[in-house]
Protein backbone atom coordinates (compact mmCIF):
# COMPACT_ATOMS: atom_id res chain seq x y z
CA UNK A 1 0.00 0.00 0.00
CA UNK A 2 1.26 4.07 -0.60
CA UNK A 3 0.62 7.05 0.49
CA UNK A 4 -1.85 8.06 -1.59
CA UNK A 5 -4.40 4.63 -0.60
CA UNK A 6 -3.63 5.45 2.97
CA UNK A 7 -4.70 8.98 2.63
CA UNK A 8 -7.79 8.24 0.78
CA UNK A 9 -8.74 5.97 3.31
CA UNK A 10 -8.27 7.93 6.07
CA UNK A 11 -10.47 10.79 4.38
CA UNK A 12 -13.24 7.98 3.87
CA UNK A 13 -13.31 7.25 7.94
CA UNK A 14 -13.05 11.03 8.37
CA UNK A 15 -15.73 11.81 6.39
CA UNK A 16 -18.12 9.04 7.27
CA UNK A 17 -18.97 8.71 3.71
CA UNK A 18 -17.27 8.29 0.23
CA UNK A 19 -18.91 11.13 -1.16
CA UNK A 20 -17.22 13.15 1.36
CA UNK A 21 -13.99 11.58 0.79
CA UNK A 22 -14.21 12.47 -3.01
CA UNK A 23 -14.92 15.95 -1.96
CA UNK A 24 -12.11 16.29 0.52
CA UNK A 25 -9.38 14.73 -2.27
CA UNK A 26 -10.83 16.70 -5.15
CA UNK A 27 -11.71 12.80 -7.17
CA UNK A 28 -14.24 11.38 -8.17
CA UNK A 29 -16.43 8.47 -5.99
CA UNK A 30 -16.25 5.93 -8.12
CA UNK A 31 -12.37 6.43 -7.81
CA UNK A 32 -12.49 6.06 -4.11
CA UNK A 33 -14.52 3.05 -4.06
CA UNK A 34 -11.45 1.62 -6.06
CA UNK A 35 -8.69 2.49 -4.24
CA UNK A 36 -10.83 1.33 -0.87
CA UNK A 37 -11.65 -2.12 -2.76
CA UNK A 38 -7.90 -2.72 -3.79
CA UNK A 39 -6.93 -1.44 -0.24
CA UNK A 40 -9.27 -4.33 0.97
CA UNK A 41 -7.73 -6.95 -1.35
CA UNK A 42 -4.13 -6.66 -0.07
CA UNK A 43 -4.67 -6.44 3.24
CA UNK A 44 -6.76 -9.73 2.85
CA UNK A 45 -9.97 -8.14 5.63
CA UNK A 46 -12.58 -5.97 5.37
CA UNK A 47 -11.73 -2.54 6.62
CA UNK A 48 -15.35 -0.59 6.24
CA UNK A 49 -18.59 -1.96 6.14
CA UNK A 50 -20.98 0.28 3.93
CA UNK A 51 -24.78 1.51 6.20
CA UNK A 52 -27.75 3.45 4.62
CA UNK A 53 -25.97 6.69 6.56
CA UNK A 54 -22.25 5.93 5.57
CA UNK A 55 -19.43 3.66 6.23
CA UNK A 56 -18.27 2.25 9.89
CA UNK A 57 -14.72 0.47 10.17
CA UNK A 58 -14.14 -2.73 11.07
CA UNK A 59 -12.04 -3.99 14.04
CA UNK A 60 -9.35 -4.24 11.44
CA UNK A 61 -10.05 -0.82 9.74
CA UNK A 62 -9.62 0.78 13.07
CA UNK A 63 -6.70 -0.63 13.69
CA UNK A 64 -5.31 0.55 10.26
CA UNK A 65 -6.33 4.03 10.52
CA UNK A 66 -4.36 4.34 13.64
CA UNK A 67 -1.38 3.27 11.64
CA UNK A 68 -2.41 5.20 8.67
CA UNK A 69 -2.21 8.21 10.66
CA UNK A 70 1.17 7.77 11.97
CA UNK A 71 2.87 6.92 9.13
CA UNK A 72 1.23 10.08 7.04
CA UNK A 73 2.06 12.56 10.22
CA UNK A 74 5.60 10.61 9.59
CA UNK A 75 5.76 11.59 5.98
CA UNK A 76 4.18 15.30 6.23
CA UNK A 77 7.31 15.54 9.12
CA UNK A 78 10.15 14.19 7.08
CA UNK A 79 8.75 16.44 4.39
CA UNK A 80 8.78 19.56 6.38
CA UNK A 81 12.33 18.73 8.02
CA UNK A 82 13.81 18.54 4.61
CA UNK A 83 12.31 21.60 3.05
CA UNK A 84 13.61 23.44 6.56
CA UNK A 85 17.10 22.25 6.06
CA UNK A 86 17.92 21.94 1.94
CA UNK A 87 19.33 25.70 2.19
CA UNK A 88 17.81 26.30 -1.10
CA UNK A 89 14.75 29.15 -1.89
CA UNK A 90 11.48 27.51 -3.00
CA UNK A 91 10.00 28.94 -5.78
CA UNK A 92 5.97 29.09 -6.91
CA UNK A 93 4.80 30.22 -10.39
CA UNK A 94 1.40 31.33 -10.62
CA UNK A 95 -0.35 32.56 -13.67
CA UNK A 96 -3.39 34.48 -13.34
CA UNK A 97 -5.96 35.92 -16.19
CA UNK A 98 -7.21 39.91 -16.26
CA UNK A 99 -10.14 41.04 -13.45
CA UNK A 100 -9.53 38.96 -10.53
CA UNK A 101 -11.90 40.12 -7.60
CA UNK A 102 -10.00 42.66 -6.21
CA UNK A 103 -7.82 41.24 -3.49
CA UNK A 104 -8.76 37.52 -4.16
CA UNK A 105 -4.93 36.48 -5.01
CA UNK A 106 -3.16 39.61 -3.78
CA UNK A 107 -4.47 38.69 -0.07
CA UNK A 108 -4.15 35.13 -0.08
CA UNK A 109 -0.26 36.30 -1.34
CA UNK A 110 0.32 38.15 1.68
CA UNK A 111 -0.65 35.52 4.12
CA UNK A 112 1.17 32.84 1.99
CA UNK A 113 4.01 34.82 1.99
CA UNK A 114 3.92 35.24 6.27
CA UNK A 115 3.93 31.39 6.31
CA UNK A 116 5.91 30.45 4.21
CA UNK A 117 9.06 33.50 3.98
CA UNK A 118 11.29 31.37 2.20
CA UNK A 119 9.22 30.87 -0.84
CA UNK A 120 9.47 33.13 -3.92
CA UNK A 121 6.52 34.00 -5.39
CA UNK A 122 6.15 34.59 -9.25
CA UNK A 123 3.07 35.61 -10.77
CA UNK A 124 2.27 36.04 -14.50
CA UNK A 125 -0.74 37.20 -16.39
CA UNK A 126 -1.36 34.95 -18.96
CA UNK A 127 -4.69 33.35 -21.13
CA UNK A 128 -6.30 30.34 -19.97
CA UNK A 129 -5.10 28.71 -22.96
CA UNK A 130 -1.52 29.32 -22.47
CA UNK A 131 -1.79 28.75 -18.42
CA UNK A 132 -3.03 25.20 -19.27
CA UNK A 133 -0.11 24.40 -21.90
CA UNK A 134 2.29 26.09 -19.19
CA UNK A 135 0.85 23.68 -16.19
CA UNK A 136 1.61 20.90 -19.07
CA UNK A 137 5.49 21.90 -19.32
CA UNK A 138 5.40 22.36 -15.54
CA UNK A 139 6.06 26.10 -15.94
CA UNK A 140 3.80 26.67 -13.95
CA UNK A 141 2.74 25.56 -9.98
CA UNK A 142 -0.84 27.11 -10.52
CA UNK A 143 -3.09 28.73 -12.67
CA UNK A 144 -6.07 30.46 -12.62
CA UNK A 145 -8.47 29.55 -15.29
CA UNK A 146 -11.80 30.85 -17.19
CA UNK A 147 -13.18 27.01 -16.95
CA UNK A 148 -12.40 24.15 -14.97
CA UNK A 149 -9.45 22.04 -17.32
CA UNK A 150 -10.70 18.95 -18.50
CA UNK A 151 -6.95 17.13 -18.28
CA UNK A 152 -7.04 13.64 -15.76
CA UNK A 153 -3.78 15.08 -14.54
CA UNK A 154 -4.51 18.43 -13.08
CA UNK A 155 -6.77 18.54 -9.97
CA UNK A 156 -8.72 22.25 -9.86
CA UNK A 157 -11.05 24.23 -7.81
CA UNK A 158 -13.58 26.99 -7.91
CA UNK A 159 -12.66 30.01 -6.51
CA UNK A 160 -14.68 33.01 -7.76
CA UNK A 161 -18.46 33.10 -9.01
CA UNK A 162 -19.21 36.73 -10.74
CA UNK A 163 -22.58 37.69 -12.74
CA UNK A 164 -21.76 39.78 -15.63
CA UNK A 165 -23.38 42.99 -16.14
CA UNK A 166 -23.31 45.04 -19.51
CA UNK A 167 -21.53 48.11 -20.18
CA UNK A 168 -22.76 50.75 -22.55
CA UNK A 169 -22.26 54.49 -23.63
CA UNK A 170 -24.22 56.87 -21.79
CA UNK A 171 -26.31 57.63 -25.10
CA UNK A 172 -27.28 53.86 -25.75
CA UNK A 173 -28.30 53.39 -21.65
CA UNK A 174 -30.71 56.35 -21.85
CA UNK A 175 -32.35 54.06 -24.84
CA UNK A 176 -32.03 50.79 -22.55
CA UNK A 177 -34.30 52.61 -20.20
CA UNK A 178 -34.37 54.04 -16.41
CA UNK A 179 -34.05 50.62 -15.22
CA UNK A 180 -30.63 49.52 -13.31
CA UNK A 181 -31.75 46.19 -14.49
CA UNK A 182 -31.98 45.01 -18.24
CA UNK A 183 -32.83 41.74 -20.01
CA UNK A 184 -30.10 41.00 -22.27
CA UNK A 185 -32.64 40.30 -25.37
CA UNK A 186 -33.00 43.79 -25.12
CA UNK A 187 -29.83 44.39 -26.66
CA UNK A 188 -30.26 43.00 -29.85
CA UNK A 189 -32.95 46.33 -30.75
CA UNK A 190 -29.46 48.98 -30.25
CA UNK A 191 -27.58 47.58 -32.68
CA UNK A 192 -24.56 47.02 -31.16
CA UNK A 193 -21.42 44.83 -31.68
CA UNK A 194 -19.75 42.95 -28.93
CA UNK A 195 -16.92 44.10 -27.87
CA UNK A 196 -15.01 40.93 -26.89
CA UNK A 197 -11.97 38.99 -26.68
CA UNK A 198 -10.28 36.34 -29.36
CA UNK A 199 -11.40 33.02 -28.96
CA UNK A 200 -8.01 31.24 -28.91
CA UNK A 201 -7.19 32.88 -25.59
CA UNK A 202 -9.80 30.45 -24.33
CA UNK A 203 -11.39 28.69 -26.15
CA UNK A 204 -14.12 26.77 -23.70
CA UNK A 205 -15.36 30.14 -21.88
CA UNK A 206 -15.91 32.13 -25.45
CA UNK A 207 -18.04 29.55 -26.94
CA UNK A 208 -20.45 29.40 -23.67
CA UNK A 209 -20.27 33.19 -23.29
CA UNK A 210 -21.08 33.79 -27.11
CA UNK A 211 -23.75 31.01 -27.10
CA UNK A 212 -25.60 32.35 -24.61
CA UNK A 213 -25.21 35.73 -26.45
CA UNK A 214 -26.79 33.84 -29.42
CA UNK A 215 -29.10 32.34 -27.74
CA UNK A 216 -30.78 35.60 -27.12
CA UNK A 217 -30.98 37.06 -30.26
CA UNK A 218 -27.49 39.08 -30.26
CA UNK A 219 -24.99 38.50 -33.51
CA UNK A 220 -21.71 37.63 -32.55
CA UNK A 221 -18.81 37.29 -35.13
CA UNK A 222 -15.14 37.58 -34.47
CA UNK A 223 -13.28 40.64 -35.45
CA UNK A 224 -10.01 40.94 -35.85
CA UNK A 225 -9.70 44.29 -34.04
CA UNK A 226 -8.91 41.87 -31.61
CA UNK A 227 -5.13 40.53 -32.65
CA UNK A 228 -3.74 42.91 -29.76
CA UNK A 229 -3.95 42.64 -25.84
CA UNK A 230 -7.06 44.09 -24.69
CA UNK A 231 -7.09 46.27 -21.83
CA UNK A 232 -9.57 48.12 -20.19
CA UNK A 233 -9.30 51.61 -21.10
CA UNK A 234 -9.28 50.23 -24.82
CA UNK A 235 -12.87 48.50 -24.21
CA UNK A 236 -14.08 52.06 -22.44
CA UNK A 237 -13.10 53.93 -25.39
CA UNK A 238 -14.63 51.94 -28.28
CA UNK A 239 -18.23 51.66 -26.21
CA UNK A 240 -18.09 55.29 -25.71
CA UNK A 241 -18.50 55.98 -29.36
CA UNK A 242 -22.08 54.22 -29.02
CA UNK A 243 -21.34 51.39 -31.36
CA UNK A 244 -20.18 48.07 -29.40
CA UNK A 245 -21.19 47.05 -25.74
CA UNK A 246 -19.14 45.14 -22.99
CA UNK A 247 -19.55 42.82 -20.16
CA UNK A 248 -18.33 43.20 -16.91
CA UNK A 249 -18.40 42.23 -13.38
CA UNK A 250 -20.59 44.81 -10.93
CA UNK A 251 -17.07 45.76 -9.19
CA UNK A 252 -16.57 47.97 -12.39
CA UNK A 253 -18.73 50.17 -11.31
CA UNK A 254 -17.10 52.66 -9.13
CA UNK A 255 -13.95 53.09 -12.36
CA UNK A 256 -16.19 53.86 -14.72
CA UNK A 257 -15.51 56.53 -16.61
CA UNK A 258 -18.81 59.32 -16.63
CA UNK A 259 -19.90 58.20 -20.75
CA UNK A 260 -20.01 54.37 -19.48
CA UNK A 261 -22.97 52.72 -17.91
CA UNK A 262 -23.17 49.43 -16.30
CA UNK A 263 -26.57 47.65 -16.12
CA UNK A 264 -27.40 44.27 -14.61
CA UNK A 265 -28.89 41.32 -16.51
CA UNK A 266 -32.24 39.67 -15.92
CA UNK A 267 -31.33 36.89 -14.38
CA UNK A 268 -28.09 36.65 -14.38
CA UNK A 269 -27.01 34.73 -17.61
CA UNK A 270 -23.91 35.60 -17.51
CA UNK A 271 -21.61 34.47 -15.03
CA UNK A 272 -17.67 34.82 -14.81
CA UNK A 273 -15.73 32.33 -13.17
CA UNK A 274 -12.48 31.56 -11.94
CA UNK A 275 -11.02 28.06 -11.29
CA UNK A 276 -7.73 27.49 -9.86
CA UNK A 277 -5.60 24.62 -11.51
CA UNK A 278 -2.50 22.80 -10.80
CA UNK A 279 -0.94 19.47 -11.00
CA UNK A 280 -2.81 16.83 -9.32
CA UNK A 281 0.46 14.98 -8.83
CA UNK A 282 1.59 17.55 -6.37
CA UNK A 283 2.68 17.73 -2.90
CA UNK A 284 3.87 20.93 -1.88
CA UNK A 285 2.39 22.23 1.27
CA UNK A 286 2.60 26.17 0.14
CA UNK A 287 0.72 25.25 -2.62
CA UNK A 288 -2.41 23.76 -1.03
CA UNK A 289 -2.16 26.12 1.77
CA UNK A 290 -2.45 28.63 -1.04
CA UNK A 291 -5.08 26.87 -2.62
CA UNK A 292 -6.86 27.00 0.96
CA UNK A 293 -6.68 30.56 1.02
CA UNK A 294 -8.10 31.09 -2.28
CA UNK A 295 -10.99 28.91 -1.06
CA UNK A 296 -11.50 30.79 1.52
CA UNK A 297 -11.39 33.80 0.00
CA UNK A 298 -14.29 33.17 -2.86
CA UNK A 299 -16.59 33.79 -0.17
CA UNK A 300 -15.96 36.87 1.22
CA UNK A 301 -17.07 39.99 -0.46
CA UNK A 302 -14.49 42.02 -2.65
CA UNK A 303 -13.77 46.01 -2.95
CA UNK A 304 -14.07 47.64 -6.19
CA UNK A 305 -11.45 47.67 -9.17
CA UNK A 306 -11.29 48.16 -12.50
CA UNK A 307 -12.49 44.47 -14.14
CA UNK A 308 -13.27 44.56 -17.86
CA UNK A 309 -13.46 41.28 -17.19
CA UNK A 310 -13.80 39.65 -20.48
CA UNK A 311 -9.85 40.07 -21.65
CA UNK A 312 -7.91 36.92 -21.34
CA UNK A 313 -4.36 38.18 -21.86
CA UNK A 314 -0.62 37.48 -22.16
CA UNK A 315 1.35 39.89 -20.73
CA UNK A 316 4.42 38.49 -18.20
CA UNK A 317 4.17 40.70 -14.36
CA UNK A 318 6.29 39.63 -11.66
CA UNK A 319 5.26 39.89 -7.74
CA UNK A 320 7.06 39.00 -4.69
Known amino acids: MDLRELRTFVAVVEEGRFAG ?12 SHTIRGLEKQCGVVLLERTSSGVVTTTAGKLLVVEARAVLARYEQAVAAMSQNSGEE ?17 SALATLAATYPSTSIAVRQLSTARQIDALGRAELDLALLRHRPSKADLDAVLISDEPLGVIVSERQAERLG ?51 ELVPDVTYASVSL ?15 PPPIKWRRLTGDPLRLRTWAA ?4 SRRRDLGHLVS ?14 CIELQDASQDALAS
Open 293 to 306: LLEDGASETYSPSP
Open 278 to 281: WSAS
Open 21 to 32: AAHRLNLSQPAI
Open 242 to 256: GRSFGLAAPSCQSTL
Open 178 to 228: PSDEVGLESLVGLGLDWHGFPRDSSPVWYDELTSTLRSYGLHIEPSASYTE
Open 90 to 106: ASLAIGMPFGLPAGLLS
